[in-house]
């Protein structure tokens, strides 16, 4: 099993002066919601004293044609591993010879493959290949990388294990709120099936009688489904649309529901244990391990059971939600920090390697 990189408190003097070593960060798409916050808050850290980052998008920079300009020392791949990817790497191998690959893996998981992929050894190879191809493999939770070594997708010396996190200081100095009536519920995120928003809204046709508030917050291609879905709910289900202020959506919230079919990570988690929010999970991938005396994980894709979770959130008393939202809120104070410096860990480790080679 990978381990995580554990935090050092200082990096080496060979990133804390001097010239900066450059890091180039080669994204797929810009846009990306989960990617996007935590790459943002990243490159904008105290690493930034230590590290030169440079962000290019393969739609809109042909990141791979023009990396040689930036003359990277580390380069790290956000793309998703498929056989477009392989070539994708040969090329910044033989433009970027003084270079070392990372590969940072943010959409595969076990849910991902039952979900999703009909021929398994075609979808396997692909990802050994392009693993074969780094000099290094990020996961991004125990659930990912326990999947990717299951399968024998890399080599175990070549896989690292960060926790994703986005910068957190908003959500957690936000302040205590009493539960209204009815409960209010927040669930957002991209609308897709991925996202699992229609077995939210069929649980809530199967208890009528339940008074609870539904906000829904993102955009995406489900949007029209979802909503006819909800047209003949009892309950008051509100569609916010994009949202571009997370901390104050969840300021307003006494619960968040993540009835994903599958998430590695789940970045909506974090911020919710963050901003002191019990959350009602589905127990899946990398949820499994974030849901600790902080709410319930229950079984995905299935409305019945998410129906008799929601049927008796409002039995519970303002203080047993209080006391999941403080503990999911202390277990994750210290993430965003150990997030940078974990990071930072690495990228001295691997460039330190380069140097010696």
Same mark, same amino acid.
């Given at each position: 099993?990978? %381990? &995580?990189?554990?935090?050092?408190?200082?990096?080496?003097?060979?990133?804390? !002066?001097?010239?900066?070593?450059?890091?180039?960060?080669?994204?797929?798409?810009?846009?990306?919601? !989960?990617?996007?916050?935590?790459?943002?808050?990243?490159?904008?850290?105290?690493?930034?004293?230590?590290?030169?980052?440079?962000?290019?998008?393969?739609?809109?920079?042909? #990141?791979?044609?023009?990396?040689?300009?930036?003359?990277?020392?580390?380069?790290?791949?956000?793309?998703?591993?498929r056989?477009?990817?392989?070539?994708?790497?040969?090329?910044?191998?033989?433009?970027?010879?003084? &270079?070392?690959?990372?590969?940072?893996?943010?959409?595969?998981?076990?849910?991902?493959?039952?979900?999703?992929v009909?021929?398994? %050894?075609?979808?396997?190879?692909?990802?050994?290949?392009?693993? &074969?191809?780094?000099?290094?493999?990020?996961a991004?939770?125990?659930?990912?990388?326990?999947?990717?070594?299951?399968?024998?997708?890399?080599?175990?010396?070549?896989?690292?294990?960060?926790?994703?996190?986005p910068?957190?200081?908003?959500?957690?100095?936000?302040?205590?709120?009493?539960?209204?009536?009815?409960?209010?519920?927040?669930?957002? /995120?991209?609308?897709?099936?991925?996202?699992?928003?229609?077995?939210?809204?069929?649980?809530?046709s199967?208890?009528?009688?339940?008074?609870?508030?539904?906000?829904?917050g /993102?955009?995406?291609p489900?949007a029209?489904?979802?909503?006819?879905?909800?047209?003949?709910?009892?309950?008051?289900?509100?569609?916010? !649309?994009?949202?571009?202020?997370?901390?104050?959506?969840?300021?307003e919230?006494?619960?968040?529901?993540?009835?994903s079919?599958?998430?590695?990570? /789940?970045?909506?988690?974090?911020?919710?244990?963050? &901003? !002191?929010?019990?959350v009602?999970?589905?127990?899946?991938?990398g949820?499994?391990?974030?849901?600790?005396d902080?709410?319930?994980?229950?079984?995905?894709?299935?409305?019945?059971?998410? #129906?008799?979770?929601?049927?008796?959130?409002?039995?519970?008393?303002?203080?047993?939600?209080?006391?999941?939202?403080?503990?999911?809120r202390?277990?994750?104070?210290?993430?965003?920090?150990?997030?940078?410096? %974990?990071? /930072?860990?690495?990228?001295?480790?691997?460039?330190?390697?380069?140097d010696?080679?």
């Open positions: 099993m990978a %381990s &995580a990189v554990q935090p050092r408190s200082s990096l080496s003097s060979k990133t804390s !002066g001097g010239t900066r070593p450059r890091v180039l960060h080669i994204v797929w798409d810009r846009k990306v919601g !989960g990617v996007k916050s935590t790459l943002n808050g990243l490159i904008h850290s105290s690493l930034s004293k230590s590290f030169e980052f440079q962000v290019l998008a393969l739609r809109e920079d042909q #990141a791979v044609l023009n990396s040689r300009r930036s003359q990277p020392e580390i380069i790290i791949c956000h793309q998703p591993a056989f477009k990817t392989i070539l994708d790497l040969i090329l910044l191998r033989m433009l970027n010879p003084q &270079a070392r690959l990372i590969l940072h893996e943010h959409g595969y998981s076990q849910g991902y493959e039952q979900h999703n009909r021929f398994r %050894s075609r979808f396997h190879l692909a990802l050994k290949l392009c693993m &074969a191809l780094v000099d290094q493999v990020v991004i939770s125990n659930a990912q990388a326990s999947w990717l070594l299951s399968h024998g997708l890399v080599k175990p010396e070549k896989l690292s294990m960060i926790r994703q996190c910068p957190l200081a908003a959500f957690l100095t936000l302040p205590d709120k009493s539960p209204q009536q009815p409960l209010r519920v927040v669930a957002y /995120g991209r609308l897709c099936p991925q996202k699992g928003l229609d077995v939210l809204l069929k649980a809530l199967l208890i009528p009688e339940v008074p609870l508030q539904l906000l829904i /993102g955009v995406g489900d029209d489904k979802l909503q006819k879905l909800a047209r003949d709910l009892k309950q008051e289900i509100i569609w916010l !649309g994009r949202v571009d202020d997370v901390p104050a959506l969840l300021a919230c006494d619960v968040v529901a993540i009835p079919r599958w998430e590695p990570w /789940g970045n909506v988690c974090v911020e919710a244990k963050a &901003a !002191g929010k019990p009602l999970a589905a127990a899946v991938d949820l499994v391990e974030q849901v600790v902080c709410g319930w994980l229950l079984p995905p894709d299935q409305p019945q059971a998410w #129906a008799e979770a929601l049927r008796q959130l409002p039995g519970f008393s303002g203080k047993q939600l209080k006391i999941w939202g403080e503990k999911g202390e277990d994750v104070r210290d993430n965003w920090d150990i997030y940078i410096s %974990s990071w /930072g860990d690495l990228l001295t480790t691997v460039h330190q390697s380069s010696q080679a």
